[in-house]
């Protein structure tokens, strides 16, 4: 097989992971905001809908950071370390530094989810809205990093 068929598909899967990633973020952030606070519509998304979002978008993560590892090692190998300029390199430890910013975010919303999971269970839903108001901040931010690290994986492309 052509070895520029599998960085293609690679790299499809790469932007595909991350395209995915920030769209789970994005309707996260539409579903939280359409909301009324403190309604059982908000209840039943807290519990019901939001883990999941949160777990497409932790798969979506993780098939991101290894395609990522994968593209890295085979532009490294096919291409020789020389061919990473330092412009190159600069723009993907930006990436890098907003991927673990995007995943960190995610890990903060999903401890949230857990207590608000514990907070509905005791009947307690006045802690709800304030609750959800965070998770729609913190997905926001994943889904404004994300797109920056999308336009920045655009130029490495061209590299």
């Not at 990633?21 to 519509?41: H, K, R």
């Not at 108001?133 to 889904?143: E, G, L, N, S, Y």
Request: include cysteine.
């Amino acid at each position: 097989m052509d070895p520029r068929l599998w960085t293609t598909t690679i790299l499809w899967i790469h932007a595909g992971a991350g395209a995915t990633w920030i769209g789970a973020c994005a309707c996260f952030v539409i579903a939280g905001l359409a909301l009324t606070p403190g309604s059982v519509e908000q209840r039943n998304f807290a519990v019901g809908a939001a883990p999941k979002i949160d777990r497409l978008a932790l798969i979506t993560a993780s098939l991101l950071f290894l395609t990522g590892l994968l593209n890295l090692y085979i532009t490294g190998l096919w291409n020789g370390l020389a061919a990473f300029s330092t412009a190159f390199i600069i723009v993907l430890a930006i990436k890098i530094g907003l991927f673990i910013a995007m995943v960190s975010a995610m890990h903060w919303t999903m401890r949230i989810g857990a207590v608000i999971k514990a907070v509905i269970e005791r009947e307690r839903t006045d802690a709800l809205p304030g609750a959800i108001t965070r998770m729609v901040k913190a997905h926001a931010a994943v889904v404004a990093m994300g797109g920056i690290a999308l336009m920045l994986g655009l130029w490495l492309m061209g590299t």
